[in-house]
């Protein structure tokens, strides 16, 4: 993926260049199998791992493990950490927090500290980092292990700035070590990761069966393909793997629109998990996509994940009614160097437009540097608003800079859909979505577009009928009592929604926050230790544990509870001034 290698400089402090950096990356992670498999995991899913296909398509292997995809992700060694800067300083003033980075014996730590003005530490918490997320593109997150719960690093490096920094998102919160690794992300940039449903974080062991991407992400199962070819039946082998060339343009589309496309809300069918998609079926069967219309002073501007639609809005695409895909310029199995890249996607724009296409004189284009960079000109690299240092690619192929969107832009709603742009959805079945899937779609749309809230109520409304007991309707009409200042009608729901199984701290966070203020902090503490049991590494949980038993006057219970809580969040200040409160000893009589 482009977010997080083509083309670090040299490296801070460092003798190698970035591109021997890389390049030595390339060999360390072809040479220790950074998409090795766990053989025993995948044996019961379908899957082969990609190693078991190299078998036949050795060249094919050796080049995919060389892109971006195939570098996707890669377990701490001493030998992958040799290229790589591991020694860093940073302060974020914002939240008075200090992390560092270092390495030592063959394995990579991180820490987060707090200090006095006189120097002295506050506290620190260190934590070994286990997998590397990104090639290096724009930068390099981390992953760290605790028990059986990942989480995201505060620190990761960015290629740009040529530096460690905050991981994105840190700016907005002090989240230290507590931020979990979730199904929907890590879905992308992992090879078969094994993420518990509803598990906040949660992987069953292993974590990941492979670890980077691999040829099964694009291609589907293989055992069975390959079983069949080993006995010698290709065409039944053929049918039992997906192969995008072969597909149409728009099932082909459909495996890159599954990482490559955000929208504002993506939603799992009821009962299925993010690996439930296979290449070769339609992905709105597993994860509808859907986006709020937009109008021309409304119009995208960030490119960060949003490929497929850029692309789909394109002059291009819409002159090819619809048969220009992903693939056509885009060869998963290679990726040309930086120096290579310009010819190569130039020879791709030749494929259907001529030298007389380009309206600007050769003599000007071959004078350009690169000269003749057809994608440099055309789909330029802006910079990502969400993510510092980060550049990407924008996929609508502007004829020149600032070209208005097309009209068709700001008419991609449907009939059976006139509020929200059902982006997964095949353009010929012009189905509407379920009452469900919209409803779970209407509630994350209006975390960011408030307006929608009202049509989320109306949902939940009319699946009450049919649907009671379920737990995102319980969470909605719980959502529709909190606004309207019914807290008695909010916690019928509530404990309705903990009662059918929500895994969501909020619902538990929310739940508690209503007894302990209509005096029932007892029930309240019954809720919160049944929250924790479920997101054991949620600090407001623990909190409002606290703060109910000091309620209660049980103040050995709020003490205990907080000596666990610090366990778990030495970060935070509230907690940690109840524990040098409970510490304190008492003056003699």
Known sequence: MEVFAAGMRKITGGAATAAGVIT???????????????????????????????????????SFSRTDMGRSMSAITPAVLGPLPTSAEVLDSQFDRHFSLAATGGKLYQSEYQATPDGKEIFRSTHQIEWLIGAGANGIGAIVRRG?????????????????????????????????????????????????????????????????????????????HIAEMEMGSAEAAG???????????????????????????????????????????????????????????????????????????????????????????????????????????????????????????????????????????HMPKR?????????????????????????????????????????????????????????????????????YRERYWAVAQQLQATQPDNVFVQQALADRALQSKNSEQAVRYLEGAVHQGSTSPADFEQLARLLIAGNQASQAVTVLRQGMTVAPYDAELYRLGVRAYLLMNQKKAACDLAGRAMENFPQDGGIRRVLNECNQVPPAP
Not at 265 to 288: C, I, M, S
Request: charged residues 20%.
């Open 148 to 224: 059986d719960f990942l989480f995201e690093a505060p620190l990761s490096f960015y290629t740009k700035a040529d530096r460690w920094g905050l991981s994105p998102g840190y700016e907005f919160g002090d989240y230290g070590f507590d931020r979990p690794i979730l199904p929907g992300c890590i879905a992308c940039h992992s090879g078969e990761p094994r993420p518990v449903e509803g598990g906040n974080g949660k992987f069953e062991q292993p974590p990941f069966a492979e670890v980077a991407i691999g040829c099964e992400n694009c291609h589907g199962p293989g055992q069975t």
């Open 383 to 451: 910079e990502v608003k969400v993510i510092s240092h980060s550049v990407l690619t924008n996929h609508r192929i502007l004829a020149e800079a600032e070209e208005p969107f097309p009209d068709a832009a700001f008419h991609m709603t449907t009939p059976q859909l006139p509020d929200l742009v059902h982006l997964s959805a095949n353009p010929a079945a012009r189905q509407a979505p379920s009452p469900l899937t919209l409803l779970q779609a209407y509630g994350q749309v209006m975390l960011s577009h408030p307006s």
């Open 24 to 62: 030595a990356l390339l060999a360390l992670c072809i040479g220790l199998r950074c998409v090795q498999p766990s053989a025993a995991v995948l044996a019961d899913s379908g899957y082969a791992g990609s190693p078991a296909c190299a078998k036949c398509h050795p060249s094919i292997y050796e």
């Open 239 to 377: 049918a039992a793997i997906a192969n995008p060339a072969k597909l149409s343009s728009w099932l082909a589309d459909n495996i890159c629109m599954s990482c490559h496309q955000a929208g504002d809300a993506r939603v799992l069918r009821p009962g299925k998990q993010y690996r439930d998609f296979h290449p070769g079926e339609e992905l709105d069967n597993t994860v509808g996509i859907f986006l709020v219309p937009f109008g021309p002073e409304s119009a995208p501007k960030d490119d960060l994940l949003e490929h497929y639609l850029s692309m789909r809005l394109s002059k291009c695409y819409r002159a090819s009614a619809g048969k220009l895909a992903c693939i056509t310029c885009h060869d998963p199995h290679v990726q040309p160097t930086p120096q290579e890249a310009p010819a190569y996607f130039r020879n791709k724009c030749l494929t259907c437009h001529t030298e007389k296409s380009c309206a600007l004189p050769v003599s000007l284009r071959q004078h350009q540097m690169p000269p003749d960079d057809c994608a440099g000109c």
